[in-house]
């Protein structure tokens, strides 16, 4: 297989990330499999608390935007009894590349939408340690900058009542949280605490998931 991109995967790469997209990438990645299928897997995980799942529409329309980008495509259409047909879906070598694009993307940026982060942290597997703690450590030094900035605002506005400045109080304890975490998950990566492998990966699914491929 090449690893080169070509113009097609580059676009595809590029092309606008999203929580929801992203998870579905990710889960593709351990075969090919279907909207229902796929849902299901991911309330069994608990994704629907990071992203929405109440409709399968908006999982299948994500699929559908997936497949117009070349990140997916059709593998296969199970009919059976009793059920509409159920089209199977596999990732593509340009959306194994642009998951990884993504999920670089979310973890190191600050100002995506809010359940970016949230997605990308929890499949932070997706990349080796030492990527995920660059990422991470770029997320943290814009968040500080963002925090610098606040505290400057309070400290430039002695003589504004504090009802004025009640959102840069809630913005700089928001920051201070999430730096003090970012901090210890990066620490923690540093010093190997927090750690994994692919071998440890697959023999943790195949604990988990006994009986499947």
Do not use: C
């Amino acid at each position: 297989m090449s690893t080169s991109m070509t113009d097609g995967d580059t676009a595809a790469a590029d092309a606008q990330p999203s929580a929801l997209g992203l998870l579905i990438l990710w889960q593709l990645f351990a075969g090919p499999n279907h909207a229902y299928g796929l849902q299901k897997l991911f309330i069994s995980q608990g994704k629907d608390r990071v992203v929405n799942l109440r409709s399968r529409a908006n999982l299948q329309a994500a699929i559908k935007r997936l497949q117009r980008l070349g990140l997916v495509e059709v593998h296969e259409t199970v009919r059976g009894e009793g059920y509409p047909d159920r089209i199977v879906y596999a990732i593509t070598d340009a959306g194994r590349e642009a998951a990884r694009v993504w999920l670089r993307e979310m973890l190191a940026e600050s100002g995506g939408e809010y359940p970016d982060f949230i997605a990308a942290v929890s499949i932070l597997f997706g990349l080796e340690p030492a990527d995920a703690r660059a990422q991470l450590e770029q997320r943290a030094a814009q968040l500080a900058d963002s925090l610098a900035d606040t505290e400057a605002q309070l400290k430039g506005n002695p003589d504004l009542p504090r009802l004025f400045l009640l959102e840069e109080e809630y913005r700089k304890a928001i920051l201070t949280a999430q730096l003090n975490w970012l901090h210890g998950v990066i620490d923690d990566l540093k010093t190997g605490r927090l750690t994994w492998t692919q071998q440890w990966l697959a023999e943790l699914f195949a604990a988990l998931h006994p009986g499947e491929p």
